[in-house]
């Protein structure tokens, strides 16, 4: 436990996307000043930090340039090299720890580990050739779905196999990459915890919300979850499980399948989450404020929901609507990107349908 | 009525203080970025600005350069020399107006400007020098406070005349500057109301507040206000006034004593002002997004208020109180100043205290 950081203290951050755009924005409300990471020129989190270090992941001088010039460090996605990390990590703490991206960087590891702490996971099998694809399917069957170990995110990396004759057209989509082959899981719903956990020790999760995907791509959240009350406490124990066994720092997400009779982790997130953009109209202390207070060693803060939300992403072509969007009682977040390419996420809009029911 | 601005069009903001800080922000969540001009160094918008522009008001080369990088001009401060508004007006439009600004700048046209609105004011006479004060004076009696025309803020040029005795020391106070002499009102409650006025004329006015001063400085604003509900509605009516009056573009403070009979025009401020920072927590749309949708052409927001809150200024040693703050439910918004001083604001901290009464 370090000591809390002092307002002016500069929190660094690797990635330049929309997360680390919103978490800047949350750092500063907190008096501390951001630096950003990341390769991109004009990214969104540039716009809002004091500072964008422009570099690429192998030059390692540039990193070492950054750890010394940051108080802490902190990301926005998971798959950060290895070798930069222990560049970074031998020089200023990273939160959250390396333990909580290696688990969640690989999802052959991230299911062990799930199981390790008697969690339920879809059924699941590792896969590296024709051969234990084969395995595979004789034990899992189909549909089923193929996906990368690492490096998938929104849909990217995964193969659907209806029948065992895509078997090999799945195969081949993995590039060559080990994959883990996963059954389907015949869900109700699927939710998202977004929960936090101080340095201290001390862990805070929002409610859940509920989300529908589309194209493979979150397309709304929706808070209340239609969830029982046992269901729902569940959910929140799930995470707080994860948390403490990561011995983890910051703001995390797991997304869960709700099942007649369980509940099944589908993944987690060593970050913040699409899922928890409505905590930005929905309480006081959004996701992005709880995770620059857990990173900077402060106590969280109040993430209590006072209002029903629904955040709908807006990707593409979307974009085309905010005029009219601006007309209504939503709250607009865009992202200030420069290109608009169709599932690109552009923004989202939180609408508040009430007081929190 | 200009075009809306589109998502990725710069804002350009005059001054860097919060004020300029807390604007860039919302702006940003509108996916706008902005340029902040300001003579400071590491002054607090710059943290979270695009860029920030160092130079002098009185560097009309670097005046022409910002005037040229950037799609609209607003201000997060009054006291901006006419000669830089002519280089930056000519170039790009600036909101809200001249007009505005020329009434706000100065004490006597302001309140000359109120009353040809029909709106009430505190007695008041011009002062130039010894014989205008003994006649101000005179008719206006003691206590009563003498206050320069132009540059005052936070009681800085101000001198309160409690007998005639004090009338040679208030007048050397002013040095030299031409004054207004303004008799005492005795009030019962100051409160402010911001209000907005969108480019289509549109106007949303904010639930007025409650301010209670301290040294001369904002203390707390709180809302609701104690106002009965004819005082509310002639409240935001006055405000309305001045906006359609001036046309007005952007977000505009008013404040007013409150008596047994009357709402007394204290000041008005063409920008977002300290006692509206409750917005933040207490509506879907602050006055700082407010004000930018204003600026960019945008319809006005929701800014209804789904809370009751109190605000309260930290000020200097005030800092020290931020740790046990942030353990508490309050949401804090600090500024970033590297250097505390007596009196000066270095951040505020909104208690939601309910749902809206």
Redesign the interface.
């Known amino acids: 436990m370090t000591e ?1 950081l002092r ?2 203290a500069t929190i660094g951050i690797l990635g330049g996307g929309q997360l680390g ?1 919103m978490l ?2 949350a750092a ?6 951001t630096c950003v990471f990341e390769p991109g020129s004009d990214c969104p989190a ?5 500072f964008h270090l422009k570099a690429d992941y192998d030059d390692h001088a540039a990193l070492e340039r950054f750890a010394r010039s940051v108080d802490v460090i902190t990301y926005e996605f998971e798959n950060i090299p290895t070798a930069a990390l222990d560049v970074l990590e031998a020089i200023t703490p990273i939160h959250p720890n390396r333990r909580a991206l290696a688990t969640s960087q690989d999802r052959l590891t991230e299911k062990e580990f799930l199981i390790g702490l008697g969690l339920s996971v879809a059924p699941f099998a590792d896969v590296t050739d024709a051969d234990s694809l084969r395995a595979a399917l004789n034990s899992i069957g189909t549909p089923s779905i193929l996906k990368t170990r690492r490096m998938g995110y929104d849909g990217k990396g995964q193969a659907r196999i209806k029948s065992p004759d895509d078997a090999d057209a799945a195969l081949a989509a993995m590039n060559g990459a080990p994959a883990v082959l996963e059954g389907f899981v015949d869900f109700q719903r699927e939710v998202s915890v977004i929960a936090a956990r101080a340095q201290d020790g001390s862990v805070a999760c929002y409610d859940p919300g509920e989300n529908v995907h589309r194209d493979g791509i979150l397309h709304t959240t929706t808070v209340p979850a239609s969830l029982s009350p046992s269901q729902r406490t569940d959910a929140v124990l799930i995470a707080a499980r994860v948390l403490n066994a990561l011995d983890y720092v910051g703001v995390l997400g797991v997304e869960l399948f709700v099942t007649r009779n369980a509940l099944i982790v589908n993944e987690i997130a060593p970050r913040v989450h699409n899922s928890g953009h409505w905590t930005q ?1 929905g309480c ?2 959004d996701q992005f404020e709880q995770h620059i ?1 857990a990173v900077a060693g ?2 969280l ?2 993430g209590s929901r ?2 029903n939300v629904t955040m709908e992403n807006l990707t593409g072509d979307d ?1 085309d609507r ?2 009219q969007i ?2 209504t ?10 290109e608009v390419k169709p599932g690109r996420k552009m ?1 989202h809009v939180n609408t ?1 349908t009430g ?1 929190a029911t």
């Open positions: 809390p307002t002016g755009r800047s924005v500063s409300r907190l008096g501390f000043k540039s716009h809002v930090a004091n109209n006081a202390i207070r402060w106590p803060g109040d006072h209002s974009m905010v005029p601006a007309k009682d939503a709250s607009l977040h865009l992202y200030g990107k420069a923004g508040v007081a």
